[in-house]
């Protein structure tokens, strides 16, 4: 009994911390179901312009969810997913990535590593939440879940990767894609190797 007295404040000032504004935590989310209508959205990019899902109405999305720009996982998995546009286009996709970072860091991760997709900025959780992508929270620094939605042309989500390796997850994507399309994700994979 007196030992579970010990830890009464700090579990009481964890639950503080996780309901104060601006430091929502949704480390338990629940990723939205395949099938599900996408929500639309409208976040800034590296260029200084809202980007929003309703944009790219008729083609496929690659909705993409990260932890931090200029990391390691976060760098390799968009090197590529930036190698591989020509084949993304190819199948009548683009890639948004989305991550808690604002415009200026993101601006620098592009320049740096001449990334040409966009980048959003969500430092408010609008659509990480949205999606039901979780959130870790390290001191006052929110770290989204890596986690993909691919998002058909008609608007609904098509598939949920959750927890995603960076070095392997772009093959995934283009086979789901290829699936989905009613091609052979083998077809992608030669293609990949020409």
Same mark, same amino acid.
């Given at each position: 009994?007196? =030992?579970?007295? =010990?830890? $009464?404040?700090?579990? +009481?000032? +964890? $639950?503080?911390s996780l309901a104060l504004p601006g430091r929502a935590v949704a480390a338990d989310a629940t990723p939205l179901a395949e099938g599900s209508k996408a929500p639309d959205f409208s976040l800034p990019s590296q260029e200084d312009t809202n980007v929003s899902l309703s944009h790219y109405h008729g083609k496929w999305v690659v909705l993409y969810f990260y932890p931090k720009d200029m990391t390691t996982g976060c760098t390799i998995e968009a090197h590529k997913f930036q190698d591989a546009l020509p084949k993304l286009d190819a199948l009548n996709a683009v890639v948004l990535g989305v991550s808690l970072d604002t415009v200026e860091s993101h601006k620098t991760f592009c320049s740096k590593d001449s990334l040409t997709f966009k980048l959003l900025a969500d430092p408010d959780h609008k659509v990480i939440d949205a999606y039901g992508v979780p959130v870790s929270m390290h001191g006052d620094t929110g770290f989204a879940q890596r986690d993909t939605f691919l998002i058909s042309p008609q608007g609904k989500i098509a598939k949920v990767w959750t927890n995603v390796n960076p070095n392997t997850h772009t093959d995934d994507v283009l086979g789901a894609i290829a699936g989905l399309n009613g091609g052979d994700a083998d077809k992608v994979q030669a293609h990949k190797m020409n």
């Open positions: 009994m007196l =030992r579970s007295l =010990r830890f $009464a404040p700090i579990v +009481a000032l +964890a $639950a503080c």
